[in-house]
T-cell receptor, first 115, second 115 residues
């Protein structure tokens, strides 16, 4: 099993450009989510999904879109990149949507720089 | 709203010393889950432990131990006889039962273990 796979590992964008961060898991996990990690702020939840076709906003959703057309994939779209979106992005999945029933498995992260 | 505080931003110890990482949380739920994750210099997030609010037993796993005290809303993590490989950022996190598997992270503690 590959676990949670994120692509790309690194990306540089110019302000105003759009892009999609890819996330795929091969564990048949029901729950998937996106976090961003910024210095001194820990990880903050952007969007999450409790199953195919169902998504919801987390703590910092502005400027990001998600969709969940399959169980395996949960892409994160930046509509118009801004320097404030410079961050490390982590995708995570878990077997259960229920809090604490199963720990989150994280991908290796995507380091995004917006100039 | 739930909150996790890791007041220690950075800790430096000499190898073989014991070190305790503090975590204080706030929640209005009576049922919740607490987690510790490790982020080594390579950047991935590694799950260490999950504890539910009804289980206040301390846990030991090798050189790692966790002390959960509901009376002080703390979930502290101790590494005994630290090693250089323990150098990492450690995150404490909280999820509430009604909030699905959405984690609120602390800001992390950078642990440096030197020879």
């Amino acid at each position: 099993n590959a676990g949670v796979t994120q692509t790309p590992k690194f990306q540089v964008l110019k302000t105003g450009q759009s892009m999609t961060l890819q996330c795929a898991q091969d564990m048949n996990h029901e729950y998937m989510s996106w976090y961003r990690q910024d210095p001194g702020m820990g990880l903050r939840l952007i969007h999450y999904s409790v199953g195919a076709g169902i998504t919801d906003q987390g703590e910092v959703p502005n400027g990001y879109n998600v969709s969940r057309s399959t169980t395996e994939d949960f892409p994160l779209r930046l509509l118009s990149a801004a320097p404030s979106q410079t961050s490390v992005y982590f995708c995570a999945s878990s077997y259960s949507r229920l809090g604490g029933n199963s720990p989150l498995h994280f991908g290796n992260g995507t380091r995004l720089t917006v100039t | 709203a739930q909150k996790v505080t890791q007041a220690q931003t950075e800790i430096s110890v000499v190898e073989k010393e014991d070190v305790t990482l503090d975590c204080v949380y706030e929640t209005r739920d009576t049922t919740y889950y607490l987690f510790w994750y490790k982020q080594p210099p390579s950047g991935e997030l590694v799950f260490l432990i999950r504890r539910n609010s009804f289980d206040e037993q301390n846990e030991i796993s090798g050189r790692y131990s966790w002390n959960f005290q509901k009376s002080t809303s703390s979930f502290n993590f101790t590494i005994t006889a630290s090693q250089v490989v323990d150098s990492a950022v450690y995150f404490c996190a909280l999820s509430e039962t009604g909030g699905g598997n959405k984690l609120t992270f602390g800001t992390g503690t950078q642990l440096k273990v030197e020879l």
